[in-house]
């Protein structure tokens, strides 16, 4: 980190508590000296992704409703990091929740924040490939999802297209092309 970049925090408060967000706002001293009286930040539980790919060479992906940007999202398989949780226990716990597919290694191929001017949290994004189909979805209460499957190159095209919109996915993917040598 460059010690002369920093800011130093000098209070900070909570302005709302919940399960998915929380909102904080800091005072912080900039290195000029230059005093910042209301900095939000917005505190998220760390995420997780994967580059799924199956045991028939095919990439995992879910579609679901996104209701604060109101789209129905392409995405990779992914989701919350619980509290206590280490990011790949819950990485292969949310690929079986949420396609029934069960994945025995994973490696870390990138790690991301989605807006580090705001949000605090980052998205750990794994490789894995494999998978086995051997159980039904266990959804979380608030999901509707769709899982489908698509070749690298149909992947690819995806992202070419811009018909994947979620920032986050669309850096882990890049990783995992890469990963595939695909890119």
């Known amino acids: 980190m460059n010690k002369e970049l920093t800011w130093k925090l000098l209070s900070s408060s909570y302005i709302h508590k919940g399960p998915w967000a929380t909102l904080r706002i800091d005072k912080c001293e900039m290195p000029s000296g230059k005093i910042v009286e209301d900095y939000y930040v917005l505190e998220y539980p760390?995420?997780?992704n994967a580059v799924a790919?199956?045991?028939?060479?095919?990439?995992?992906?879910?579609k679901q409703y996104r209701h604060a940007a109101g789209v129905v999202s392409l995405e990779i398989p992914g989701g919350v990091v619980d509290p206590g949780?280490?990011?790949?226990?819950?990485?292969?716990?949310?690929l079986l929740e949420e396609t029934g597919y069960q994945?025995?290694?994973f490696?870390?191929?990138?790690?991301v924040y989605g807006n580090p001017s705001t949000a605090n949290n980052q998205t750990f994004t794994y490789f894995t490939k494999g998978g086995k189909k051997v159980q039904g979805q266990h959804l979380d209460e608030h999901e509707e999802l769709i899982v489908e499957e698509y070749t690298?190159?149909?992947v690819k095209q995806l992202?070419?297209?811009?018909e994947i919109k979620q920032a986050m996915h669309c850096a882990g993917l890049f990783y995992g092309m890469i990963k595939l040598?695909?890119?």
């Open 53 to 62: 790919i199956t045991e028939d060479n095919k990439v995992l992906m879910v």
């Open 103 to 105: 994945f025995d290694e």
């Open 107 to 111: 490696e870390l191929i990138c790690t």
């Open 85 to 94: 949780e280490d990011a790949v226990h819950a990485i292969r716990r949310e």
């Open 181 to 183: 040598g695909a890119l």
């Open 159 to 162: 992202l070419l297209n811009n």
């Open 46 to 48: 760390n995420w997780v």
């Open 152 to 154: 690298v190159d149909e």
